[in-house]
């Protein structure tokens, strides 16, 4: 694989994203091979998956540059469709999916962090849902997670704000589960392995019963996050925004 890293060990698969120069922010293919490793992971024997990232982040979001190719609808339809496939692929996952996070959790980072069963974070993790900042709305199921952990009003504030949490602050209002002091790879390897002893297939049939009933409404999500970013794309904000961050300058937002 060239943007993930694999590792099988017993009844725990671990993925890794792996394009660290770019703090694993995702793009076209980087999204394509994603989607594929969660439709073949979920035929394993392996119980538990652990996602985490390579390098200083778990990931920064949706590259830029993919933002700006994706005027196409036949390659905008390919990216959303790979992009619900993660998000529903994890959300049903057969298995109990752990997301191991630290550094910048950004975006579609953690649009896809939140579709896991548990999150696990270092305190020095930044979690941030800014698809405000370059003109657009969350997409990845975005709406559906926040709004399952946080209530309809605060993820309504999340997402407009676009502010960010550290750790504590996101632990506080249950966007994590857990902060560690310590290695994350190491705090979640741990966790997973304690699962082991536990009786799994009780926990993956509450998994199921609770996941399966909302599939429909995560769907439905899903289904109008891509009608609205396609929108979203074609307004001068968004132009706005993503001129700004390649100039690494404050956007100027008209409301157009």
Known sequence: MR??????DGRIIHIR?????????????????????????????????VISGAG???????????????TNPEVYDQVMDDIETIATGIFTMPKLVIAALHGPVVGLGLSIALAAD????ERNTQISMNFIGVGLAPDGGGHFFLEQRLGTHRAKQFAWEGEQLTAGEAKEVELVDMIVDEDVYKSADQLANKWTGRPLQSMIATKRIYNNYSLD??????????????????????????????EKR????SGQ
């Open 17 to 49: 994203l792996n394009r660290k120069e770019k703090l694993n922010a995702l793009h076209s293919d980087m999204l394509k091979e994603f989607a594929a490793l969660v439709e073949e992971t979920k035929d394993k024997e392996a119980q538990i998956v």
């Open 56 to 70: 200083k982040a778990f990931c920064a979001g949706g590259d830029v540059a993919m933002m700006q190719e994706v």
């Open 250 to 253: 404050k956007p100027k937002f």
């Open 118 to 121: 548990y999150l696990i974070a």
């Open 217 to 246: 409404r995560l769907l439905q999500y899903l289904s109008k996050e891509r009608q609205s970013q396609w929108k979203l794309r074609h307004t001068q904000d968004h132009k706005e925004g993503i001129e700004a961050f390649l």
């Open 3 to 8: 943007y993930f890293e694999v590792e099988e």
